[in-house]
């Protein structure tokens, strides 16, 4: 077998659940991202930057749920928060308070959002943020970007990997979808000279996360909002990875604001959640009294979701932001360095505390030229995983507050002998 796609020690506890796991799970998985070959690493426990596998291995997280655990695993006040509310009664069919201090936490944070509902997961959050745009607008075609990623939902299949693959998407819905080369401004000025005001919002991410962590160019996010205005498009952000960047999330940092955003991963601390907020004219189209769209849910801002947020983002304010995406900053040149020190080709994209590597000596600015999911990376993957070192398959990274200087030194060096190996 191929040494880059083997774990070091192959027959283990991990590679005997996989087995187990196929004969139940198609794939022996549940969740396509999180496969990989020859098959996923199974997990115990998690605690602060270390992920215990079913092997009783300490791997230092570097992938952190895909961006989600931005404290780390289990942190205490978040753990607490939730804990207590489950004691205390989770499911009802009536709100709570925990969904007005979560809610209001969201409107404090980012300037753009005046109204919010919660779901259950990112993909629904953008979903109803589209149906929030279609019914404002009247309109049903829905501009992305090339390498968009938006969750699971039909719209936003779209035009996801290199291949466009859409088994199982209606060609209606595809009909109605258009993509564009993210970060080309004259691409996207020419689509609405095209059609501008066919589309009921153009939706993107400040910093292209799939199609590998790639932030958009000032003059690409200006560019959107002054078309999208101009046509009376909604311009939706989906900030479900990139809201860590800062207190108000990527559209502060960038300082440009949407009509609606779609939130998700660490606002609910660790347990499923999703939201979607804006404008208030456009989400008052979900006010039962006046509204015209139904939004239900059973787990709609389910209680200890929304108390495990609010611990979260209480403890995830201006001060550590900073320092994690200070850590993060230096951790791309040092990683960049290794490259250069060892003449691979390499480049590392991201912002802040997010980041992916890419073997390639080009400039990455879209999903054309990043190299997840190619062979390297893969290399990269196993060979950090066999040193005790999580990144996501693709090359993605990213730091969670738990993470200390002499990991983030651990870090470097591991990839600087994996690079080394990829390189010969
Ligand atoms: N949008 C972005 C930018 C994401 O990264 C993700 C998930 O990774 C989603 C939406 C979908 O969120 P969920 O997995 O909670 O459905």
């Given at each position: 077998p191929?040494?880059?796609?083997?774990?070091?020690?192959?027959?283990?506890?991990?590679?005997?659940?996989?087995?187990?796991?196929?004969?139940?799970?198609?794939?022996?998985?549940?969740?396509?991202?999180?496969?990989?070959?020859?098959?996923?690493?199974?997990?115990t426990?998690?605690?602060?930057?270390q992920?215990?596998?079913?092997?009783?291995?300490e791997?230092?997280?570097?992938?952190?749920?895909?961006?989600?655990?931005v404290?780390?695993?289990a942190?205490?006040?978040?753990?607490?928060?939730?804990?207590?509310?489950?004691?205390r009664?989770?499911?009802?069919?009536?709100?709570?308070?925990?969904?007005?201090?979560?809610?209001?936490?969201l409107v404090e944070?980012?300037?753009?959002?005046?109204?919010?509902?919660f779901t259950?997961?990112?993909?629904?959050?953008?979903?109803?943020a589209?149906?929030?745009a279609?019914?404002?607008?009247?309109?049903?075609?829905?501009?992305k970007?090339?390498?968009g990623?938006?969750?699971t939902?039909?719209?936003?299949?779209?035009?996801?990997g290199h291949?466009?693959?859409t088994?199982?998407?209606?060609?209606?819905?595809?009909?109605?979808?258009?993509?564009?080369?993210f970060?080309?401004?004259?691409?996207?000025?020419?689509?609405f000279?095209?059609?501008?005001?066919?589309?009921?919002?153009?939706?993107?991410?400040?910093?292209?996360?799939?199609?590998?962590?790639?932030?958009?160019?000032?003059?690409?996010?200006?560019?959107?909002?002054d078309?999208?205005?101009?046509?009376e498009?909604?311009?939706?952000?989906?900030?479900?990875?990139?809201?860590?960047?800062?207190?108000?999330?990527?559209?502060?940092r960038?300082?440009?604001?949407?009509?609606?955003?779609?939130?998700?991963?660490?606002?609910?601390?660790?347990?499923?959640?999703?939201?979607?907020?804006?404008?208030?004219?456009?989400?008052?189209?979900?006010?039962?009294?006046t509204?015209?769209l139904?939004?239900?849910?059973t787990?709609?801002?389910?209680?200890?979701?929304m108390?495990?947020?609010?611990?979260?983002?209480?403890h995830?304010?201006?001060?550590r932001?900073?320092?994690?995406?200070?850590?993060?900053?230096?951790?791309?040149?040092?990683?960049?360095?290794?490259g250069?020190?060892?003449?691979?080709?390499?480049?590392?994209?991201?912002d802040?505390?997010?980041?992916?590597?890419?073997?390639?000596?080009?400039r990455?600015?879209?999903?054309?030229?990043s190299?997840?999911?190619?062979?390297?990376s893969?290399?990269?993957?196993l060979?950090?995983?066999?040193?005790?070192v999580?990144?996501?398959?693709?090359?993605?990274?990213?730091?969670s507050?738990?993470?200390?200087?002499?990991?983030?030194?651990?870090?470097?060096?591991?990839?600087?002998?994996?690079?080394?190996?990829?390189?010969?």
């Amino acid at each position: 077998p191929d040494p880059h796609t083997r774990y070091r020690n192959q027959s283990t506890q991990s590679a005997r659940l996989a087995e187990r796991a196929r004969e139940v799970l198609p794939g022996g998985d549940t969740r396509s991202v999180t496969y990989h070959r020859p098959y996923p690493t199974f997990f115990t426990e998690a605690s602060g930057a270390q992920v215990t596998t079913a092997d009783g291995e300490e791997l230092l997280d570097f992938l952190n749920n895909y961006t989600q655990s931005v404290l780390g695993h289990a942190p205490g006040p978040v753990v607490e928060a939730a804990c207590d509310r489950l004691e205390r009664g989770n499911d009802v069919a009536a709100p709570n308070e925990d969904i007005v201090e979560l809610a209001e936490r969201l409107v404090e944070r980012v300037r753009s959002v005046e109204r919010v509902r919660f779901t259950n997961s990112g993909t629904e959050a953008t979903m109803n943020a589209i149906r929030a745009a279609m019914a404002w607008t009247d309109r049903d075609r829905v501009l992305k970007v090339r390498g968009g990623y938006h969750g699971t939902h039909d719209t936003v299949e779209v035009a996801v990997g290199h291949e466009g693959v859409t088994a199982g998407i209606p060609s209606s819905v595809e009909q109605r979808v258009d993509a564009v080369r993210f970060n080309d401004v004259e691409a996207l000025k020419e689509r609405f000279e095209r059609s501008g005001d066919e589309y009921a919002c153009f939706i993107l991410e400040p910093i292209a996360g799939v199609a590998g962590m790639i932030p958009a160019t000032e003059a690409y996010l200006e560019a959107a909002r002054d078309l999208t205005e101009a046509t009376e498009t909604v311009l939706i952000f989906d900030e479900v990875m990139s809201f860590r960047l800062a207190p108000g999330g990527a559209q502060e940092r960038y300082g440009i604001e949407p009509d609606l955003t779609a939130f998700g991963k660490l606002i609910g601390g660790g347990l499923p959640v999703g939201a979607f907020g804006g404008r208030v004219d456009l989400m008052e189209q979900f006010d039962p009294e006046t509204g015209v769209l139904n939004h239900s849910g059973t787990f709609n801002g389910n209680p200890a979701t929304m108390a495990a947020g609010v611990a979260l983002l209480d403890h995830f304010g201006a001060d550590r932001i900073k320092t994690v995406n200070e850590r993060g900053d230096r951790l791309r040149d040092r990683l960049e360095s290794v490259g250069e020190t060892a003449d691979v080709p390499i480049r590392i994209t991201g912002d802040g505390s997010l980041f992916q590597i890419h073997f390639t000596d080009e400039r990455v600015t879209d999903l054309k030229n990043s190299t997840a999911g190619d062979p390297p990376s893969e290399q990269l993957f196993l060979r950090l995983r066999n040193e005790g070192v999580l990144i996501a398959p693709r090359g993605m990274g990213n730091l969670s507050t738990a993470l200390d200087q002499r990991d983030l030194d651990t870090f470097v060096d591991t990839f600087a002998t994996a690079v080394e190996a990829i390189g010969d």
